[in-house]
């Protein structure tokens, strides 16, 4: 019997291989752009870490067990940043989450990097996820933790010349937990009753319920601050006015946004460019063309259509670090009822050959998991295994046979590139094993979000979850009834008290345990089909250095690189 399942998942290793090949293949030749640029940036003959380095230092190393708060240390040979800035960083970024500049109101969890620049946080999470001082200098929950009091920077002010103050701190966080005004992080301030500014630089949080969380969370898009005079702007969404330590110049929608360096900036020590280019590239082949040709220093490598081969040979530089993203396939359980039923969806997840899916589909660089905090995260349970639910079709068959449910249907939607495609045409494949019909709708990504959470039209949604900050952000933003990514209201029985008793702590270690017993709860009741995290690397030109990517898939702090001297 074993022989037997070694022999049918070598099959469907090979045949998702050549169906991945086909479209791929047929992808690239259309996208594909190896034209000299007479603008590119010149290399130079100083470097950071080679290929030849990167590809000694990794391939002996086993990340699979790394903490997801240690970031991938730059190169011990790698130049000491210079003291002084030059040079225009042109970086790409594979997400158009820039077309809504808004921190409160965008739901597009592929936003960050976009924002990052432009707008500074309250606090900056670290590599160890543990939040450092940024726009608060300190702060302290109360004896009786029913309120946290920020104490804030002095001299900072605004891209516009507006001061940064505990109004101007009021004014934003008001903002950013009002459901109205903030679709994307009113959840992550649910413990917020009121906002009381109690000087001219301190500002209290009232708090309603535990929030442990929070200085983690006022390190994303809750955190970030808008200009006070500049909120109500009708270009906010495209203009971003922060007191991040870029000031945006130019933005062209499915294009480029420019961007000069912000000389008020409260820290001289950054940026380390005169000039930044984010460009929005979504092929990943053209986007490592760009790279590989110089007329790109850097950006995200997708592990679905590249091997780590592919950037070595190509002369680039991989930076890497473990990821809590997770590929999901989202559900609507108020247009598909049969969603609702916790065995229908233990069957879709026994469905799975995760490791398949992995080896065909990213190069086998995709965790496979089946709990929905990423291995090594603080708040992965340990004693949850990737084969909690085993690959096993005829047991899911017997499941949803036993429900009653012969003939479920339902359509998907996912972003109208071939490696999205590809994946969700393999799930869809697995499902028809188990009888059911996933039908693939390659979607524009414009009305990706909206189909899904906005207008709730999608019955399912396959994408990657780019992870969080802190755990609370992802169960805020997919698994509780209000979720934006939970669009039929479903309640998990028994998470939201579970979520609380998570915020009464302030440490990784004090709230470890809640999470973990979340992850149990989380893992039983599957209210999104988790697959695998993948691979979290960015490639690089050889002549920058300080690429800092962050726990969350695909981001950059960009604010961190300069050119090698």
């Known amino acids: 019997m074993a022989q037997k399942i070694v022999t049918t998942r070598r099959n469907r290793v090979r045949w998702l291989a050549a169906a991945l090949a086909l479209v791929l293949l047929a992808g690239a030749c259309g996208t594909s752009d190896d034209s000299d640029d007479d603008s590119a940036p010149a290399a130079t003959d100083a470097a950071t870490e080679t290929a030849a380095d990167v590809a000694d230092d990794t391939s002996d190393t086993d990340t699979s067990d790394a903490d997801t708060g240690d970031a991938a240390a730059p190169a011990a040979d790698e ?63 109360s004896d009786d933790g029913s309120s946290l009091t920020f104490h804030l920077r002095e001299g900072v002010v605004f891209h516009d010349g ?27 301030l649910l413990a917020v009753e009121s906002v009381d500014v109690v000087d001219q630089y301190s500002v ?63 820290d001289p020590e950054i940026p380390k460019v005169d000039k930044l280019e984010l460009r929005f590239i979504l092929d990943p082949q053209t986007r490592l063309n760009a790279i590989s040709s110089g007329e790109l220093h850097g950006g995200f490598m997708d592990v679905v259509t590249h091997s780590r081969d592919d950037a070595i040979e190509l002369g680039l530089v991989i930076t890497e670090r473990v990821s809590t993203g997770m590929f999901q396939l989202f559900l609507n359980t108020e247009l598909v009822p049969e969603f609702a039923n916790v065995n229908v969806r233990r069957a879709m997840a026994m469905a799975i050959d995760q490791q398949a899916f992995s080896d065909a589909l990213h190069h086998g660089e995709c965790t496979p998991s089946d709990q929905v905090f990423s291995k090594g995260w603080w708040a992965a349970n340990p004693d949850i295994d990737a084969d909690y639910y085993p690959y096993d079709p005829a047991a899911a068959r017997a499941l949803l046979e036993a429900e009653g449910i012969t003939d479920l249907e339902f359509t998907s939607i996912t972003a109208n590139l071939p490696p999205f495609v590809a994946m969700s045409e393999a799930v869809a494949g697995f499902f028809a094993e188990i009888g059911v019909t996933m039908n693939v709708a390659a979607t524009p990504i414009p009305e990706l979000i909206a189909g899904f959470i906005v207008n709730k039209t999608a019955e399912a949604y396959f994408s990657v979850n780019p992870g969080a900050v802190d755990p609370a952000k992802l169960v805020g933003t997919i698994w ?71 726990a969350t898939q695909t981001d950059v702090d960009v604010s961190q690189i300069y050119f090698v001297e």
Not at 117 to 135: C, E, H, I, K, S
Not at 237 to 252: D, H, K, L, S, Y
């Open 79 to 141: 130049p000491e940043p210079p003291a002084g800035r030059s040079g225009t960083l042109l970086w790409a970024l594979p997400s158009n989450g820039a077309n809504f500049y808004d921190p409160h109101a965008s739901t597009n969890p592929f936003a960050r990097s976009w924002m990052y620049p432009f707008y500074d946080r309250l606090t900056n999470v670290d590599a160890d996820g543990t939040p450092q001082p940024m726009l608060a200098t300190s702060w302290e929950f």
């Open 162 to 188: 507006a001061p940064f103050n505990a109004e101007a701190a009021k004014l934003n966080l008001d903002r950013a937990r009002n459901p109205q005004s903030a679709p994307a992080t009113f959840v992550d």
């Open 204 to 266: 209290r949080l009232n708090l309603s319920a535990p929030g442990g969380a929070l200085p983690m969370l006022l390190g994303d898009q809750a955190g970030m601050m808008i200009s006070p005079t500049a909120m109500d702007n009708e270009d906010i969404g495209t203009m971003p006015v922060g007191a991040g330590p870029f000031v945006a110049t130019e933005f062209r929608v499915d294009e480029v946004m420019f961007a000069d360096t912000f000389d008020d900036y409260w």
């Open 480 to 550: 509780l009834p209000p979720s934006p990514f939970n669009p039929g209201g479903y309640e998990v029985p028994g998470l939201f008290p579970l979520h609380l008793q998570a915020q009464s702590g302030t440490t990784p270690e004090e709230r470890a345990g809640a999470y973990h017993e979340m992850a149990q709860l989380l893992t039983d009741e599957q209210p999104t089909i988790v697959f695998c995290t993948p691979a979290n690397l960015m490639v690089h030109r050889p002549e920058v250095g300080g690429v800092q990517i962050l």
